[in-house]
């Protein structure tokens, strides 16, 4: 039996609801089909809220073949399959979903395919592209972002479903599927579905009856899905706002659901993200938590989890170290790069210039001023230190220190 989800799905822009910036009369997205000229596009945004179906609609609708490719899932071998038959079209259209897990190899062969013309892209993400993207993929695609998908949206989808399954809802029933959806489109969908399959006795649909059969369901993360990452986004953004009370809401899903390795997993980048310099012993305690965790399994579990959550939220928080090694990485890939200086180079390699390496152990505080980075990058600076916590403090003043020791010295 066919998903609900997939049975309802639209098939021209009309039938969807929401998106009318760029899918409505005079939408940019509607009169690239309409034209027949399509550009390469990301479309990001929630889950849930329409990103597969525009893309499948726009496909459909256009005078293009098209693939479809799952940057989490398929390989290099699949886009090269995928390009070998584009080539025997004029025009080939590749949507990918979740186009922010896709690994360096794989953007590295789709890059010059989009500039040939050989694809043309729809890659779908619900981060931020100008962030997860690299630049090179960013620089060739058009980005638009997808609105949220408010109520009226919604109890139109809710209608829409009530009609095919033939049920009705109550007022309060239908308030509080609304507010559980949390503005997804498929989750609301899927609420549905269960609610029908699971009472096909039932064709009006009160609040209790509503509540009782959807609590389980409620407390079930499935990894096949975004609700899935969105516990997690929630988490990691509550703890990065020091939210201690979100965070501890969103970790309760992942212990309802016995599911411990993605939760650990996203505390240690947590504490290396986004509190880092403000703290440095939070690493070591995070990791010191999980064993703890993993060695007691559930119900125990929670309690070092409990501890290290409510201790990361309200701890110091620093990026800088982040930002830093980010711009060092986008530097690189953008082609800044430079020789290094000779005095660097291999010790083994015999050069006459090795003897002008100077050993900071030989120096005062283990330091001399001599230069590391390649010539033309020899003032960039990536780090740029902040003062939230007192040990980034210290790490500023020993920086600006050093720093002032090679201007003078410069």
Same mark, same amino acid.
């Given at each position: 039996m066919k998903p609900l989800a997939y049975i309802l799905r639209p098939n021209n822009f009309d039938d969807i609801v929401g998106q009318n910036h760029l899918i409505g009369k005079e939408g940019i997205v509607r009169k690239f089909v309409e034209n027949n000229s399509l550009p390469s596009i990301v479309l990001y945004g929630d889950p849930g809220i329409g990103k597969t179906t525009i893309a499948l609609v726009i496909?459909?609708?256009?005078?293009?073949?098209?693939?479809?490719?799952i940057a989490s899932i398929n390989n290099i071998e699949k886009l090269k399959e995928i390009a070998s038959d584009a080539k025997n079209h004029d025009n080939y259209i590749?949507?990918?979903?979740?186009?922010?897990?896709?690994? @360096?190899?794989?953007?590295? $062969?789709?890059?010059? #395919?989009?500039?040939?013309?050989?694809?043309t892209l729809i890659g779908l993400t619900t981060i931020n592209p100008y962030h997860s993207l690299n630049s090179a993929i960013r620089s060739r695609v058009n980005i638009f972002k997808l609105n949220k998908v408010n109520n009226e949206n919604l109890l139109l989808i809710l209608d829409k479903c009530s009609k095919y399954l033939n049920i009705n809802f109550t007022v309060d029933a239908i308030k509080y599927l609304i507010s559980l959806s949390n503005g997804e489109i498929r989750y609301l969908i899927n609420m549905i579905e269960i609610l029908f399959l699971s009472n096909k006795d039932i064709k009006q649909f009160e609040i209790e009856l509503v509540k009782k059969t959807l609590l389980k369901a409620n407390l079930t993360i499935? @990894?096949?899905?975004?609700? $899935?990452?969105?516990? #997690?986004s929630g988490l990691h953004k509550s703890i990065r706002g020091s939210d201690v009370n979100a965070a501890l809401h969103y970790a309760a899903k992942f212990l309802i659901a016995n599911d411990l390795?993605?939760?650990?997993?996203?505390?240690?980048?947590?504490?290396?993200?986004d509190i880092s310099l403000a703290l440095p012993s939070i690493g070591p305690k995070v990791y010191a938590a999980i064993n703890c965790a993993k060695e007691l399994g559930m119900p125990e579990a929670r309690l070092p989890i409990a501890t290290i959550i409510v201790d990361?939220?309200?701890?110091?928080?620093?990026?800088?170290?982040?930002?830093?090694?980010?711009?060092?990485?986008?530097?690189?890939?953008?082609?800044?790069?430079?020789?290094?200086?000779?005095?660097?180079?291999?010790?083994?390699?015999?050069?006459?210039?090795?003897?002008?390496?100077?050993?900071?152990?030989?120096?005062?505080n283990a330091f001399v001023v001599q230069q590391y980075l390649p010539n033309n990058m020899k003032n960039r600076k990536y780090y740029k230190p902040n003062s939230n916590s007192q040990y980034e403090k210290l790490l500023k003043e020993k920086y600006e220190y050093l720093d002032e020791l090679l201007k003078k010295a410069n």
């Open positions: 496909a459909k609708s256009i005078n293009y073949e098209y693939s479809t490719f590749i949507i990918i979903d979740e186009i922010h897990r896709m690994k @360096k190899d794989i953007q590295d $062969y789709l890059l010059p #395919l989009l500039e040939e013309g050989i694809l499935d @990894k096949n899905e975004d609700y $899935y990452f969105d516990a #997690l390795d993605p939760l650990l997993r996203r505390l240690i980048c947590i504490a290396y993200e990361m939220s309200l701890a110091p928080k620093s990026n800088s170290a982040l930002l830093a090694i980010d711009e060092a990485i986008k530097d690189i890939e953008d082609g800044n790069d430079g020789n290094l200086p000779l005095h660097l180079k291999n010790l083994y390699s015999f050069d006459e210039n090795q003897k002008s390496y100077k050993y900071p152990h030989n120096y005062d």
